[in-house]
């Protein structure tokens, strides 16, 4: 997510450090930052904020709250607008909602608001919006981007006079029907099924937008527009991820609705959003909607002084840990070292059950800086490991192998035949899951036999140990594939005392193949008997391939009449496309020019 610097800023009376160190502080404490660049006067921090903390921090004012944990830097009030409690007490008549289904929509807000003028937003705005990516469309579509970025909280706004008027206007959130379609903003015809959850029209039955993700063009907002009806709701976030995926559809509101966010931010939202658009649009309020059947309720986690120490390893004193609550802006009730935390309502990490104790023990780690958790030793394990006697057979028969020179491959466990069908399949080709390993094993030998030569092999020899499914039972096998055939036992359970000490790797490091296919060519040469000729053919090798010499094999070498004769075997091969022949030509016949200028003779 992108994070503005300038509009950090507005949280804060006390100057903010420079992005770098910003960056620094969230590294630390809270997020990874993807990078830092310059936009116009603006430094864009791109922050990874991570899936727990989807609930209160993809805003600016979700980051902001944590810079001022971390940096001691006061958020100020008046500018904060989680701060104090929404007005919405200005209800109106003219637009009603039906939700069918609350555990889908838990929160519907709304307001209706009348002679606005539609234009372009003001040059700060603007500057805003485009700093974090965004595209300016006009004064209250930017609005509502606006808050969505600001608070966390995305918001549609619907122009009232496109939908129908019958004693007022009426918003039905239902799923669709099955063939149900939508134009969407975006100028794409969405098919819609009964999964898909939507606002409608309710007088019309007309789908207006797909909740939570996209609205629907006929009742977008332009120029002609003068009266509007502004949304921020509740949308359950399991089926906002189903739906997205499934209509290949993702927005900036669809992935913060899938991260589950507060129903009260709903309010808070449309609060700043209707006082935005009155004043750069103008319009006059007649008032709000809030359906809101079962309103979230406030919990509370307790945690010990004791406890924090004894999971963090550290010494921290009551002072310490209240500091950091304070920090977090966490209210806290200490009754003998234990402490009854009431979570804010944007905190849904932090409420049970899927938060508790030990998430207020990351949040005193994190804020307090794990750098200063002083390390501690891991005491000596008491007990003698369990020794598993399948799998220590295992490593014994892989060893074995490896030491013969056979590698290890992992083949399919699906089959074309076998005795069980995989009622999800993957693709329709290999239905059933494999009675053996020895077609595997074929098809393997068969691939890696025509990168013999790549490889520097004189045979490939391949083994598996892998799981079958024959006669109802589900068997680990043994298999090994090489020039005299292919073989298969079951694995027999070895007991053992203890583990083997096996020696630990040598290799340095790894590289990785090319993709693209490899060309062999062969040269032989008669070269002077001395000690330096098989070194200097080899380095002329590399040094005029053009770096397309994977492999130097010699596979024949004479000696005669003070010479000796050298063939040797060139796998020549591209990391970024398909060699062609002319191209493998023009490599030899560099090598066999500068062989020639050295005075080796090419046979």
Same mark, same amino acid.
């Given at each position: 997510?992108?994070i503005?610097r300038n509009?950090l800023q507005n949280?804060?009376e006390a100057?903010l450090?420079s992005?770098?160190q910003?960056?620094?502080a969230l590294?630390?404490?809270?997020?990874?930052i993807?990078?830092v660049?310059k936009v116009g006067s603006?430094?864009?921090l791109d922050?990874k904020?991570?899936?727990n903390? !989807?609930h209160?921090?993809l805003?600016?004012?979700?980051?902001?709250?944590?810079?001022?944990?971390?940096?001691?830097?006061?958020?100020?009030a008046?500018?904060?607008?989680?701060?104090?409690l929404?007005?919405?007490s200005q209800?109106?008549?003219?637009?009603?909602v039906?939700?069918?289904?609350?555990?889908l929509?838990k929160?519907?807000t709304?307001?209706?608001?009348?002679?606005?003028?539609v !234009?372009?937003?003001?040059?700060?705005?603007?500057?805003?919006?485009?700093a974090?990516?965004?595209?300016?469309?006009?004064?209250?579509?930017d609005?509502? #981007?606006?808050?969505?970025f600001?608070?966390g909280?995305?918001?549609h706004?619907?122009?009232a006079?496109?939908?129908?008027?019958?004693d007022?206007y009426?918003?039905?959130?239902?799923?669709?029907?099955?063939g149900e379609k939508m134009?969407?903003?975006?100028?794409?015809?969405?098919?819609?099924?009964p999964s898909?959850?939507?606002?409608?029209?309710?007088h019309?039955k007309?789908?207006? @937008?797909?909740?939570?993700i996209?609205g629907?063009?006929p009742t977008g907002?332009?120029?002609?527009?003068v009266?509007?009806?502004?949304e921020?709701?509740?949308?359950?976030?399991?089926?906002?991820r189903?739906?997205s995926?499934a209509l290949?559809?993702?927005t900036?509101? @669809?992935d913060?609705f899938?991260q589950i966010?507060s129903?009260e931010?709903?309010?808070?939202g449309l609060?700043?959003?209707?006082d935005?658009?009155?004043a750069i649009?103008?319009?006059e309020?007649h008032g709000?909607?809030?359906e809101?059947?079962a309103?979230?309720e406030?919990?509370t986690?307790?945690v010990?002084l004791?406890?924090i120490n004894?999971?963090?390893?550290t010494?921290l004193?009551?002072s310490?840990?209240e500091?950091?609550f304070?920090?977090?802006?966490?209210?806290y009730?200490?009754?003998?070292?234990?402490?009854?935390?009431?979570?804010p309502? %944007?905190r849904?990490d932090?409420?049970?059950p899927?938060g508790?104790?030990?998430?207020?023990i990351e949040?005193?780690g $994190?804020?307090?800086g794990y750098e200063?958790v002083?390390?501690?030793?891991?005491?000596?394990?008491?007990k003698?490991?369990e020794i598993?006697?399948?799998?220590y057979?295992a490593?014994?028969?892989r060893?074995d192998?490896?030491?013969?020179g056979?590698?290890?491959?992992?083949t399919s466990v699906?089959a074309e035949k076998?005795?069980?069908?995989?009622?999800n399949?993957v693709?329709g080709e290999?239905?059933?899951?494999?009675?053996?390993l020895?077609?595997?094993?074929r098809?393997?030998l068969?691939r #890696?036999a025509?990168?013999?030569?790549l490889?520097?092999l004189?045979e490939?020899?391949?083994f598996?140990?892998?799981?079958?499914w024959?006669g109802?039972?589900e068997?680990?096998?043994?298999?090994?594939?090489d020039s005299?055939?292919?073989?298969?036992?079951?694995?027999?359970?070895?007991a053992a005392?203890r583990?083997?000490?096996l020696?630990? @790797?040598?290799t340095?490091?790894y %590289?990785p193949? @090319?993709?693209y296919p490899?060309i062999?060519r062969?040269?032989?040469m008669w070269?002077?008997d001395t000690s330096?000729s098989?070194t200097?053919?080899?380095?002329?090798f590399?040094?005029?391939s053009?770096?397309?010499l994977r492999h130097?094999?010699?596979?024949?070498?004479f000696k005669?009449? !003070?010479?000796v004769?050298?063939?040797? $075997?060139?796998?020549l091969q591209?990391?970024e496309?398909?060699?062609?022949d002319e191209?493998a #030509?023009a490599?030899?016949? $560099?090598? %066999?020019k500068?062989l020639?200028?050295?005075?080796f003779?090419?046979?």
């Amino acid at each position: 997510m992108k994070i503005s610097r300038n509009w950090l800023q507005n949280y804060f009376e006390a100057p903010l450090p420079s992005a770098e160190q910003l960056a620094d502080a969230l590294t630390f404490h809270a997020f990874e930052i993807e990078s830092v660049e310059k936009v116009g006067s603006d430094d864009v921090l791109d922050v990874k904020v991570t899936p727990n903390r !989807g609930h209160d921090c993809l805003s600016h004012r979700g980051i902001a709250a944590e810079l001022s944990a971390i940096l001691e830097i006061p958020l100020n009030a008046e500018r904060d607008p989680l701060a104090k409690l929404p007005d919405l007490s200005q209800k109106t008549d003219a637009v009603k909602v039906l939700i069918d289904d609350t555990n889908l929509c838990k929160r519907f807000t709304a307001a209706y608001i009348t002679g606005i003028t539609v !234009g372009p937003s003001p040059e700060w705005l603007v500057e805003a919006l485009h700093a974090v990516g965004q595209k300016t469309i006009n004064n209250v579509v930017d609005a509502t #981007n606006l808050v969505m970025f600001n608070t966390g909280q995305p918001l549609h706004a619907f122009d009232a006079r496109r939908l129908t008027q019958k004693d007022g206007y009426f918003l039905h959130v239902r799923s669709a029907k099955s063939g149900e379609k939508m134009l969407g903003l975006d100028d794409k015809q969405y098919a819609l099924t009964p999964s898909t959850l939507l606002i409608a029209d309710g007088h019309t039955k007309e789908a207006v @937008s797909i909740a939570g993700i996209k609205g629907g063009k006929p009742t977008g907002i332009d120029e002609t527009t003068v009266d509007v009806i502004l949304e921020a709701a509740n949308w359950d976030g399991p089926m906002i991820r189903k739906t997205s995926q499934a209509l290949k559809l993702r927005t900036d509101a @669809s992935d913060r609705f899938q991260q589950i966010i507060s129903p009260e931010l709903c309010a808070y939202g449309l609060r700043q959003t209707v006082d935005l658009v009155a004043a750069i649009a103008g319009g006059e309020l007649h008032g709000f909607v809030d359906e809101y059947p079962a309103p979230q309720e406030r919990k509370t986690v307790s945690v010990s002084l004791e406890k924090i120490n004894k999971v963090l390893g550290t010494n921290l004193d009551a002072s310490e840990v209240e500091s950091v609550f304070r920090k977090l802006a966490l209210t806290y009730r200490n009754k003998n070292g234990e402490y009854a935390i009431d979570v804010p309502f %944007q905190r849904l990490d932090l409420n049970p059950p899927a938060g508790g104790p030990e998430d207020l023990i990351e949040e005193v780690g $994190r804020i307090v800086g794990y750098e200063k958790v002083p390390a501690t030793p891991l005491p000596p394990f008491s007990k003698k490991p369990e020794i598993n006697a399948h799998f220590y057979a295992a490593e014994r028969v892989r060893e074995d192998f490896v030491s013969k020179g056979y590698s290890e491959v992992y083949t399919s466990v699906f089959a074309e035949k076998g005795e069980r069908a995989v009622l999800n399949k993957v693709g329709g080709e290999r239905p059933y899951l494999r009675t053996t390993l020895v077609d595997g094993l074929r098809e393997a030998l068969e691939r #890696n036999a025509r990168s013999r030569d790549l490889l520097g092999l004189k045979e490939v020899k391949l083994f598996e140990i892998g799981t079958v499914w024959k006669g109802g039972k589900e068997l680990t096998m043994v298999g090994s594939a090489d020039s005299s055939g292919m073989k298969e036992a079951l694995l027999q359970a070895m007991a053992a005392e203890r583990y083997d000490d096996l020696p630990i @790797s040598q290799t340095e490091r790894y %590289q990785p193949f @090319s993709k693209y296919p490899f060309i062999v060519r062969d040269i032989s040469m008669w070269v002077p008997d001395t000690s330096n000729s098989f070194t200097e053919v080899i380095s002329l090798f590399a040094a005029h391939s053009q770096g397309l010499l994977r492999h130097v094999e010699l596979f024949d070498q004479f000696k005669k009449e !003070g010479r000796v004769s050298y063939a040797f $075997r060139l796998v020549l091969q591209s990391f970024e496309k398909t060699l062609t022949d002319e191209e493998a #030509n023009a490599v030899m016949d $560099r090598v %066999q020019k500068e062989l020639a200028a050295k005075g080796f003779e090419i046979r």
